[in-house]
């Protein structure tokens, strides 16, 4: 789980134009707009990281009008993203520890882009708790992953695979050693599509669909199952490579979805990832455009093949920055990862599955589209 708190040092403070009350501040990778004077250079303190919903606490009340939410937001012309906090808000049996994930002990949750899509459609992601259970005890065993997993299995939901990792991306901001160790290394750029994670995979003859975290019921009527079917990836997949288990991993876009920002007719899909289930490994770049080319799909648009990796996170969130590929609007960022595949087992981070592969994402699509 992506750490959207911790314990984390104050890396430099600069001054902001026209601005007395205010000042820039460093953290990790990330710029953020913290009181004049509240911290020093190395002070340590709680930062939470954008995508982070508060709990409803009376120090946190002055979010209550963006619904307890931390965005990318502007102040005095400088981009702010995340909100630092005094060590005082955590508990005082905290043993306080730079890089401590706080994120459980202050019950902050993360805010998913496409939830309430997915929640909208009759496969529900939302757990069915018993209504003899009260609101507020539902809110708090929701907490144990073991009670979640036995209400999802009762709401008639379906774990998402085991034999596959889920879709994500670290963000570029929090990997500052990792890119320094692979600075140079030849890598290719694709472009981050603002849509639905959808996973589709044959294993052990048995095809299935899925959204970002359910492995979903057979519906022709569901937006991931339809469309699917229509590009007839069950029989793709078969033809193509017999009985092996595989998935592909993609971006579902289109009406409906994330407000449809490229204004695509009904719903597509631009793959990702290939993943090879007996060998638990993902595919190269080649290896992804060979299999598309199989199915008869696309990949998401490759913006280089021969980028030599930069270990400079603003160099590399500039990089983000752009037109989309598909059409006249800003892309929401690119994702970065190397040639040759790798994996990192002493700088993992939160890398998924330790592989190295990391998102830069464009601030001005992050302003423009309140995120």
Known sequence: ????ASIQRIGNLEPIQNADAIEKATVLGWQLVVKKDEYKINDLCVYCEIDSILPEKAEFEFLRERKFRIKTIKLRGQIS????????ILPEETEIAENLDVTEILGIEKWEPNQDEQRSSKQ???IMYPKW???WVQ????????VREYYRQRSGQKSFPSLIPKTDETRVQVLQTLIDKYKGVKCYLTEKLDGSSITIYQINGKFGVCSRNIDLRRDNTDKFWKTALEHDLENKLKKAFGNENIAVQGELIGQGIQGNKYHVRGLD?????VFFIKKNAYGN??????VCQKLGEKTVPILKDDYELSNSIPELVELSKGQSFLHATLREGIVIRPLIEMEDHELHGQLVKNRVSFKSVNPDFLLKYGE
């Open 1 to 4: 789980m992506r750490n959207l």
């Open 81 to 88: 993203q995340g909100i630092c906090f005094p060590l005082s």
């Open 124 to 126: 529900t992601n939302k």
């Open 133 to 135: 259970i009260p609101q």
């Open 139 to 146: 809110k708090f065993i929701h907490k144990f992953r073991f």
């Open 269 to 273: 899909i631009y793959f990702f990832n």
């Open 285 to 290: 770049m080649n290896e992804l455009i060979e």
